[in-house]
């Protein structure tokens, strides 16, 4: 294959970006691992700071929609992505320090993942919530200067209504797709809790599952993240016909 010979982009592609291995460290005095992803050859337009599901049932910064966001959207979109291990979260990039904290005590680390996006500069940042996190999402992220809020299967079972009330007194739009058959909240059950959020833009994924399992499920979930954070760069493509290699990870980088 030559620099330049058109590839299908599927599950296992990577496209190129330049990629920082990171340390976050929360008030609390932990330290935790991550990586960030930025386009090769352009400022990003926007920011994700990427939060995953529950790790206690396998959620970490590398489940596979966080992933193929980082592996696609610096290229495709002109995204930033920001991935990270929440406090005792292990994988392939290292385990964060601390123990799962049911969701109270991560709020430090969405703090601590906020201080390193306002630290670095980087721009318009959207929470992009999977499951678990969906829940830190909408209990914290008020409390940063966030561009917006996507929702990726919502359970909403540390969420109260509280919670949800206090987000109509913001102009930060907030995303939330709701999977036809996810196993914790369906659009019928995702129309009733979040009645009490009316503007909120609730999608309902026809044949979506809680894991978005499959690349026709990561290519919706991509997309609709596309729309929401830079348009412009929608439709996504199905291929790639640029550089095929970008920067690897290097030396960890304090944040």
Not at 43 to 69: E, Q
Not at 128 to 145: I, M, N, P, Q
Not at 173 to 198: G, K, T
């Amino acid at each position: 294959m030559t620099g330049t010979d058109s590839i299908e982009i599927r599950a296992g592609v990577e496209l190129p970006a330049n990629r920082e291995e990171i340390r976050l460290h929360t008030a609390d005095g932990l330290t935790l691992v991550g990586e960030l992803a930025m386009p090769l050859e352009r400022a990003p337009v926007a920011t994700l700071v990427t939060l995953h599901p529950l790790p206690t049932a396998g959620g970490f910064m590398d489940s596979h929609i966080l992933r193929k966001a980082a592996a696609r959207l610096p290229a495709l979109a002109d995204l930033a992505v920001l991935r990270f291990n929440t406090r005792g979260t292990a994988s392939p990039r290292g385990t964060s320090d601390g123990a799962f904290g049911e969701g109270v005590a991560e709020r430090e680390d969405v703090a601590a993942a906020m201080a390193f996006v306002r630290q670095r500069g980087l721009p318009n940042p959207w929470l992009v919530g999977w499951s678990f996190g969906t829940e830190l999402a909408l209990k914290y992220g008020l409390e940063h200067d966030i561009a917006g809020a996507i929702l990726l299967s919502p359970p909403l079972h540390r969420t109260t209504d509280d919670e949800l009330r206090r987000w109509n007194s913001s102009s930060v739009p907030v995303v939330a797709l709701i999977p036809e058959l996810d196993d914790y909240l369906r659009p019928d059950a995702a129309a009733e809790r979040f009645a009490v959020l009316p503007r909120v833009r609730r999608i309902d994924v026809e044949g979506g599952r809680h894991l978005w399992v499959g690349e026709s499920q990561t290519r919706r979930v991509l997309e609709e993240i596309v729309l929401a954070v830079n348009p412009a760069a929608s439709p996504l493509p199905t291929s790639w016909s640029g550089p095929q290699s970008g920067t690897p990870a290097g030396a960890a980088a304090e944040g």
